[in-house]
């Protein structure tokens, strides 16, 4: 999907017969039906005090899809992903209203364990952040403090499938010891993301992943994100929208904390629905 077209009003495609409308999205997710999402929200709702950041939004996450959350700075599109493993329980005088599962459980639940939620759906965030520690015990950090591994070489095996699977393994295997900091940007970015896929999440959450690194490091994260799709939910916001027709099958578009559409990405970007979608897409503002 790479270098998807942004196609003006004028030469826009005409659309295609309206396919069933999503419980999820309304109006905004006309023909985005994802079956048995691994995450759901449902009218979610986000307020920092007074401020009303996330304004109803219902949205489905599908197993083995990347969704990519487009949108101008503000729009809301960070605050809801923090919703999702409850990052905003850290920030004071959040309030978060509405309804979020995870296969099917209320991840607000008074009863759920948010350290065990947020192993299940793990984040990397916009600047790489390794613990400073050995790039070993930055991805043994969450197996070791939720009991993944009987021994040493259990630990091991996690350690190297974990790097392996963030595309890190050669470059790294034999400098273990050293310093997670000691890596490059976009290496410290892919020892992330191992660290968060070493605890086996369901679902793995992107704030602009790949905003603070080079062409080529960025490259290497958005070929790693379509390898770990196979395995893996991902929901990604990007500023990007060229990373996002590349890298998601679904694109969500906010604006002003609110989400004005959702669908498959070649159809938000080539036959936008909305006509704010089609302004944002065709750089009339953002």
Not at 84 to 99: F, K, P, Q, Y
Not at 146 to 162: K, Q, W
Not at 255 to 265: C, I, K
Request: aromatic letters at 6%; hydrophobic letters at 40%; a neutral charge.
């Amino acid at each position: 999907m790479e270098g998807l077209p942004l196609v003006p009003p004028s030469a826009a495609v005409p659309p295609a017969p309206a396919a069933p409308v999503n419980e999820a999205a309304g109006a905004a997710g006309v023909g985005d039906v994802v079956h048995s999402p691994v995450m759901t929200a449902r009218h979610v709702n986000v307020f920092y005090g007074g401020k009303h950041a996330v304004k109803n939004v219902s949205l489905d996450i599908g197993r083995n899809q990347v969704l990519s959350m487009i949108g101008p700075s503000g729009c809301g599109k960070s605050t809801f992903l923090r919703c999702l493993n409850r990052m905003n329980d850290t920030i004071a005088h959040a309030r978060v209203d509405g309804s979020i599962t995870l296969d099917g459980q209320d991840i607000y639940d008074r009863r759920q364990d948010v350290a065990q939620l947020r192993a299940r759906v793990g984040i990397v965030f916009q600047k790489p952040t390794p613990f400073p520690q050995s790039i070993y015990a930055n991805v043994a950090y969450g197996p070791r403090i939720h009991g993944l591994a009987r021994n040493r070489s259990d630990m091991d095996e996690i350690v190297s499938s974990s790097l392996q699977r963030a595309g890190l393994w050669d470059e790294v295997k034999d400098r273990l010891s050293q310093l997670g900091t000691s890596l490059s940007g976009g290496q410290q970015q892919r020892l992330c993301i191992a660290r968060t896929i070493a605890v086996s999440p369901e679902v793995i959450l992107m704030d602009e992943p790949t905003s603070a690194l080079d062409p080529i490091a960025s490259a290497k994260v958005e070929d790693l994100i379509d390898e770990l799709r196979a395995n893996y939910a991902i929901v990604i916001v990007t500023h990007n929208m060229q990373q996002a027709a590349r890298v998601s099958q679904r694109t969500a578009y906010f604006h002003l904390g609110d989400l004005v559409e959702v669908g498959p990405t070649d159809r938000v970007f080539t036959n936008p629905q909305q006509k704010l979608t089609e302004d944002y897409i065709t750089g009339r503002f953002g």
